[in-house]
């Protein structure tokens, strides 16, 4: 079964926007840090965006923060993220992780526990 399942990438012309959701089938949902990983090829995999249920506090990659909004839904069991302004520096495949902390999603040397298996994001100038 799987745990978490994104959806949301496609197409999107440099400028716009796009929401990324992944959908968390884990028990206890608000017991998780849950995050966004994304990886172009050629390139190692980055920590974009975490949210700690703990303490609600969030993490963002420097160079999507003013751009990009992390966001829980805990009835709905699920995280966003909100993609505006993009560039086609932001294409990748995107990956949501969930742990116990956004210490993986802060430091990548770190594997978060449980990963999806991606949705495309392709940002066209």
């Known amino acids: 079964e799987e745990q978490l399942v994104e959806s949301g990438g496609g197409l999107v012309q440099a400028g716009g926007s796009l929401t990324l959701s992944c959908a968390v089938s884990?028990?206890?949902?608000?017991?998780?840090?849950i995050g966004w990983y994304r990886q172009a090829p050629g390139k190692e995999r980055e920590g974009v965006s975490c949210?700690?249920?703990?303490?609600?506090?969030?993490f963002y990659l420097d160079s999507v923060k003013g751009r990009f909004t992390i966001s829980s839904d805990s009835a709905k069991a699920t995280v966003s993220l909100q993609m505006n302004n993009v560039t086609p520096e932001d294409t990748a495949l995107y990956y949501c992780?969930?742990?116990?902390?956004?210490?993986?999603?802060?430091?990548?040397?770190?594997?978060?526990?449980?990963r999806g298996k991606g949705t495309q994001v392709t940002v066209f100038s």
């Open positions: 992780g969930a742990d116990t902390s956004c210490l993986p999603f802060r430091n990548t040397k770190y594997s978060s526990e449980w």
């Open positions: 884990l028990r206890a949902f608000e017991a998780y840090a």
């Open positions: 949210i700690n249920h703990h303490d609600r506090s969030t």
